[in-house]
DNA sequence: GCAACACATGAGCACGTGTTCATATGTTGA
DNA sequence: TCAACATATGAACACGTGCTCATGTGTTGC
């Protein structure tokens, strides 16, 4: 594997770093599948207004979330590529059952 | 797909938190193909033997680096499978040629 | 034994950051 | 226009964290 410029480590340290929250995390986790309004956010999570908006600025700063007004609302989605997999992935490892298992070859849905 | 527990998010963010510092992020990359000294990665880091030895006892007891002891050398490799493909996937798509256009500027229509 | 080497750990400090409170900006309906 | 709503932003503070310096622990060779 060829190494990484240091301007791309930095990028994504700098990616990692905004993920590594907690309260973040949840917010980018919440809006991975389909756009969450700033108030459903706030309200799902049981995070304030002010504090659901701070960290959405510096997920949008950085390109993870996107946000689109409706009206009054504002939305924001999941808009990296590739933070989207990063996480699916993630979350995928920890759906699957425990044990070392190397086996990522195949996509399957989960039982029903 | 299902949302995770309460105890998952937070594992998850702590395994981003760790791997969002930089100089953590270069050890941890460092690691990820074969072992390094713990010299080895000071040296070919720049950091002070102290600094990396305070890094990699954090990535030790979060288990994403195992130490194993030859000599009087320590040497660390990545030992958890979900940061490994994290990290991979993370490469990969960095070493992609894709020409993601952020476009922003995408207008919406008004409400009903 | 005891040096020399390789690494680990504790204390302390400067800096960054998550949170709250207050206030500002923008949007809709009457 | 005004009021109510929804979100954004700034200031301030408490806390966490990366770094250095000093010292401790463990291993090999003499």
């Given at each position: 594997m060829r190494p990484l410029l240091p301007e791309q480590v930095a990028d994504v340290a700098e990616v990692f770093r905004l993920l590594g929250e907690p309260n973040r995390l949840r917010i980018v986790l919440a809006c991975l599948e389909t756009e969450r309004t700033v108030g459903e956010l706030g309200e799902t999570l049981a995070l304030s207004q002010s504090l659901t908006s701070h960290h959405l600025r510096l997920l949008r700063t950085a390109r993870i979330l996107r946000a689109v007004r409706h009206g009054r609302h504002v939305a924001y989605a999941v808009d990296d590529d590739h933070v989207r997999d990063v996480l699916r992935n993630m979350v995928a490892h920890l759906t699957?059952?425990?044990?070392?298992?190397?086996?990522?070859t195949h996509r399957e849905e989960p039982e029903p």
């Open positions: 699957e059952p425990h044990g070392h298992d190397h086996d990522h």
